[in-house]
Structure formats: structure tokens, C-alpha cells
């Protein structure tokens, strides 16, 4: 393994983290300053109506900037601009489409959505004014932009910005003993900034590489003559991104359904601390994918033991982080109320699911360099139907511990699946 590759690889990351742990922190202390000044009734109401949009932007989230970082490395790195400049220009508009029929889903299906979370009439209104904050999501192309030129240091700065704006408007919010419409405010306006500003930051980038702009040459048809190859990607990470995020969000709106806005709002607490593994993960898997993706480009050597090497510290981290939740749970979680204590054992489990999802994520990113993204997306599909089903069998009779075993029992399925997948290709 080249040393430069893995300092490369760990530089970026450190970055990435340093942005994340950021973002986590002000994250925590904004959801914590809500939890405080509403009750857990109107607390859960926020994080259902989020949740919400959340789930319908990654149900037409086409995760672009995955096909521009395995298709554009190689035409960066040979000088190709006029094929790196049609291969943004598809996802782009891929992109914008993807925003527009989200928010047209949005503003459709509030009405369908509350009654299986128990919505009044208001929150349904509220929930399809809301969607139109989906009109700003088209940030695939600017995300994977910034990878491709590696600006990751670019990224750890978007990273904060949403989190931060809801930390600095929550605390005001709170000081002032706002309602529960200026929090939702509050949550719209910094999902609304950081879309807008990672779009024109990474158009900013593309400007700062080439001279020319990237609709030049444009042509309607562009869409349909994309190569098979394209497509099949494409829809590969489609349904990928689909496992991955609708499972977490329609888990939190399943934890509305069967134990009601407070049981959402503690169970959305719970797997917020779990973010500290999980985002990390994603974090690892991002970083590690376009370098991956580099050395067996140039058919250079060590491409296992980068990704062993980063699982064995990924694994460690997460395992002394699930073994301090356990006295530090309850303590923690009573500071934001005594209501949300009871959610401590729920809390442990769930870091222990994101420690698996975290040691896991190098394999992906292995998985998908070596052109195993169907595999991985066939694993990732029976771990988020095994989780869901679960989620639902053992909530029931065990109240909110139930979601937390069946993450990890997903989360341990994933884990092992990945581990075989990669052996395969020694």
C-alpha cells in the first residue's frame, strides 16, 4: 500500500470528521435545547414532521455524486473535459428533476402520511408547506464536484453549516420560549441554506477547473443515449440509497405510529447519539471510495489492507463508545429531561447497531471500487427488510428496547455479509 494513499486517505478524513464532529456536537445540543423547551408531545411532532421530508427527499435522492466519483476520476485524470463536462451536465439534471418531483410528493402525500402518524389537520398543512423546502435539494452533482477535486476540506465546512444554524437559532428559540411553529422554522431555514450554499459552491469549483461552461455542447437527448453501464449503476446506488435512508426515517415514523409522538421523538433521541458511529462511518466509506477507486485504477497495491486496517480502528472506536453509553446513558439524557432517561438501554443498543454499520463501512467502500454495488445492494436490502420487521415484532411487546435489538440484529447481518463479500475478490 502506497503510504501516500493512506495519508491521503486519513488526511480527508480527519477533515470530514473534524466538520462532522462539529456538526454532531451543535446537532445534539440544538436537539437537546428543543427536547427541553417543548414537551415530549410537540418534540416528537418536529422530528415527525423533518423525518418526514427527510424520507421523501431519500426516496428521490439519486446520490450522483456517486456515478461522478467513479466515472469522472478516470476522465479528470486523463484530461477529459469535455466528457467530465456531459457527465455533470446528466447528473445535473438528474438532480434538479429529482427536487422538483420530490416536493410535488411531498405536498401530495401529507395528507396520507398523517393519518398513519396522527396528524391533525394543521400538522398536515404544515407538513406539505414544509415540503417546499425540497425545491433545494438538487446538491448531488456540487457533493460529488467537491469529491472529485478533492475538496473535502470544502465539504467539512458544509458539513456545519445546517447543524449550526439550528444550534444558534434553537438557542435563541429557547431563551425566548418559543412555540412550536419557530423551532419547525428554525429546522426549514437551515435545511433550506445548506442546500443553497453546497449548490453554489461546488458550481463555484467546476468554474475554478474548466473554462468553459458545462452546458456547452449541451443536448436534449443526453438522458437517453447514457451507456448501459450508466443506468445500471445508476439504479443500483437509486435502490442502495433507498435501503439505507428510508429504513432510518421510516423507522422513526413507524415509532409515531405504534407508540406516538413521544415515543418518536425518545426513539429519534436514541439513534441521534447513535450518529456519533454512524456518521463517522458514512464519513469513512465516502473518503475511502475515490482512493480506493484511484489504486485500482492505476493497478497499484495494498487495496486490502487500507480497507482492513481501517475496519479494525473503526470496530474499536465504536465498541468503547457503546461501552461508555452504558453508565453515561441515563446521565446524559436526564440533563435534557427526565422524561428521556427512560431511553437510556435504547440509546446503548442502537451505538452497538452503528458500530457494526461503522466497522462495515470500508467493506463497502471496497465492495463498490471492485464492482460489487448489486452485491452490496442485495445485502443492505435483506438487513433494512430484516431490521423493519423486527422493528415491528419486538416494539409491540417491548415497548422502545424493541427497535434496538432489531438494529443490531441488522447491523450484525450486514456486517458479516460484507465481510464474506469482500474475501471473494482476494
Same mark, same amino acid.
Given at each position: 500500500?502506497?503510504?501516500?494513499?493512506?495519508?491521503?486517505?486519513?488526511?480527508?478524513?480527519?477533515?470530514?470528521?473534524?466538520?462532522?464532529?462539529?456538526?454532531?456536537?451543535?446537532?445534539?445540543?440544538?436537539?437537546?435545547?428543543?427536547? $427541553?423547551a417543548?414537551?415530549?408531545?410537540?418534540?416528537?411532532?418536529?422530528?415527525?414532521?423533518?423525518?418526514?421530508?427527510?424520507?421523501?427527499?431519500?426516496?428521490?435522492?439519486?446520490?450522483?455524486?456517486?456515478?461522478?466519483?467513479?466515472?469522472?476520476?478516470?476522465?479528470?485524470?486523463? %484530461?477529459?473535459?469535455?466528457?467530465?463536462?456531459?457527465?455533470?451536465?446528466?447528473?445535473?439534471?438528474?438532480?434538479?428533476?429529482a427536487?422538483?418531483?420530490?416536493?410535488?410528493?411531498?405536498?401530495?402525500?401529507?395528507?396520507?402520511?398523517?393519518?398513519?402518524?396522527?396528524?391533525?389537520?394543521?400538522?398536515?398543512?404544515?407538513?406539505?408547506?414544509?415540503?417546499?423546502?425540497?425545491?433545494?435539494?438538487?446538491?448531488?452533482?456540487?457533493?460529488?464536484? =467537491?469529491?472529485?477535486?478533492?475538496?473535502?476540506?470544502? /465539504?467539512?465546512?458544509?458539513?456545519?453549516?445546517?447543524?449550526?444554524?439550528?444550534? +444558534?437559532?434553537?438557542?435563541?428559540?429557547? &431563551?425566548?420560549?418559543?412555540?412550536? =411553529?419557530?423551532?419547525?422554522?428554525?429546522?426549514?431555514?437551515?435545511?433550506?441554506?445548506?442546500?443553497?450554499?453546497?449548490y453554489?459552491?461546488?458550481?463555484?469549483?467546476?468554474?475554478?477547473?474548466?473554462?468553459?461552461? *458545462?452546458?456547452?455542447?449541451f443536448?436534449?437527448?443526453?438522458?437517453?443515449?447514457?451507456?448501459p453501464?450508466?443506468?445500471? +449503476?445508476?439504479?443500483?446506488?437509486?435502490?442502495?440509497? $433507498?435501503?439505507?435512508?428510508?429504513?432510518?426515517?421510516?423507522?422513526?415514523? /413507524?415509532?409515531?405510529?405504534?407508540?406516538?409522538?413521544?415515543?418518536? %421523538?425518545?426513539?429519534?433521541?436514541?439513534?441521534?447519539?447513535?450518529?456519533?458511529?454512524?456518521?463517522?462511518?458514512?464519513? =469513512?466509506?465516502e473518503?475511502?471510495?475515490?482512493?480506493?477507486?484511484?489504486?485500482?485504477?492505476?493497478?497499484?497495491?495494498?487495496?486490502?489492507?487500507?480497507?482492513?486496517?481501517?475496519?479494525? *480502528?473503526?470496530?474499536?472506536?465504536?465498541?468503547?463508545?457503546?461501552?461508555? !453509553?452504558?453508565?453515561?446513558?441515563?446521565?446524559?439524557?436526564g440533563? *435534557?429531561?427526565?422524561?428521556?432517561?427512560?431511553?437510556?438501554?435504547?440509546?446503548?443498543?442502537?451505538?452497538?447497531?452503528?458500530?457494526?454499520?461503522?466497522?462495515?463501512?470500508?467493506?463497502?467502500?471496497a465492495?463498490?471500487?471492485?464492482?460489487g454495488?448489486?452485491?452490496?445492494?442485495?445485502?443492505?436490502?435483506? !438487513?433494512?427488510?430484516?431490521y423493519?420487521?423486527? &422493528?415491528?415484532?419486538?416494539?409491540?411487546?417491548?415497548?422502545?428496547?424493541?427497535?434496538? *435489538?432489531?438494529?443490531?440484529?441488522?447491523?450484525?447481518?450486514? =456486517?458479516?455479509?460484507?465481510?464474506? /463479500?469482500?474475501?471473494?475478490?482476494?
Amino acid at each position: 500500500m502506497s503510504k501516500t494513499n493512506a495519508q491521503r486517505v486519513f488526511k480527508n478524513f480527519g477533515v470530514v470528521l473534524r466538520g462532522r464532529g462539529i456538526a454532531a456536537a451543535f446537532n445534539m445540543v440544538a436537539l437537546a435545547l428543543m427536547a $427541553n423547551a417543548l414537551s415530549p408531545v410537540e418534540f416528537g411532532l418536529v422530528v415527525l414532521l423533518h423525518t418526514y421530508v427527510l424520507a421523501i427527499r431519500g426516496f428521490l435522492n439519486f446520490r450522483t455524486f456517486e456515478a461522478i466519483v467513479k466515472y469522472g476520476v478516470p476522465l479528470h485524470a486523463s %484530461g477529459d473535459n469535455d466528457g467530465l463536462r456531459k457527465l455533470l451536465r446528466i447528473t445535473t439534471s438528474i438532480d434538479v428533476m429529482a427536487s422538483i418531483v420530490a416536493t410535488a410528493l411531498g405536498i401530495a402525500a401529507a395528507s396520507i402520511t398523517g393519518k398513519f402518524v396522527h396528524w391533525d389537520t394543521q400538522m398536515v398543512t404544515i407538513a406539505a408547506i414544509y415540503s417546499l423546502t425540497l425545491l433545494t435539494t438538487a446538491t448531488g452533482t456540487p457533493n460529488g464536484v =467537491l469529491r472529485l477535486y478533492d475538496r473535502f476540506d470544502v /465539504l467539512g465546512i458544509w458539513y456545519t453549516i445546517s447543524p449550526g444554524i439550528r444550534f +444558534f437559532g434553537v438557542v435563541v428559540a429557547w &431563551f425566548f420560549d418559543a412555540e412550536m =411553529l419557530v423551532f419547525i422554522g428554525v429546522w426549514a431555514a437551515a435545511f433550506v441554506f445548506e442546500n443553497i450554499w453546497i449548490y453554489l459552491r461546488g458550481h463555484r469549483e467546476v468554474h475554478q477547473h474548466m473554462s468553459e461552461s *458545462i452546458w456547452r455542447g449541451f443536448r436534449s437527448r443526453e438522458l437517453r443515449e447514457t451507456s448501459p453501464e450508466f443506468r445500471h +449503476f445508476m439504479g443500483v446506488i437509486y435502490w442502495q440509497t $433507498n435501503v439505507d435512508l428510508l429504513p432510518k426515517h421510516l423507522a422513526v415514523l /413507524l415509532a409515531g405510529s405504534l407508540l406516538g409522538p413521544a415515543g418518536a %421523538g425518545m426513539f429519534r433521541l436514541a439513534n441521534d447519539f447513535s450518529t456519533v458511529l454512524s456518521k463517522p462511518g458514512l464519513m =469513512l466509506r465516502e473518503v475511502l471510495f475515490p482512493d480506493l477507486s484511484r489504486m485500482l485504477h492505476n493497478k497499484e497495491a495494498g487495496f486490502h489492507e487500507l480497507g482492513y486496517r481501517a475496519v479494525r *480502528i473503526a470496530g474499536a472506536s465504536g465498541l468503547l463508545m457503546v461501552l461508555l !453509553s452504558i453508565p453515561l446513558g441515563a446521565p446524559i439524557l436526564g440533563i *435534557i429531561g427526565q422524561d428521556y432517561t427512560a431511553a437510556a438501554p435504547l440509546m446503548t443498543l442502537m451505538l452497538l447497531a452503528a458500530t457494526f454499520e461503522l466497522a462495515g463501512s470500508p467493506l463497502r467502500a471496497a465492495a463498490y471500487a471492485l464492482g460489487g454495488a448489486g452485491t452490496v445492494l442485495r445485502i443492505y436490502a435483506l !438487513s433494512s427488510f430484516v431490521y423493519l420487521s423486527l &422493528f415491528y415484532v419486538f416494539t409491540l411487546p417491548l415497548g422502545l428496547i424493541g427497535p434496538g *435489538i432489531a438494529a443490531s440484529i441488522g447491523g450484525v447481518l450486514t =456486517l458479516v455479509r460484507l465481510m464474506l /463479500l469482500v474475501r471473494t475478490y482476494h
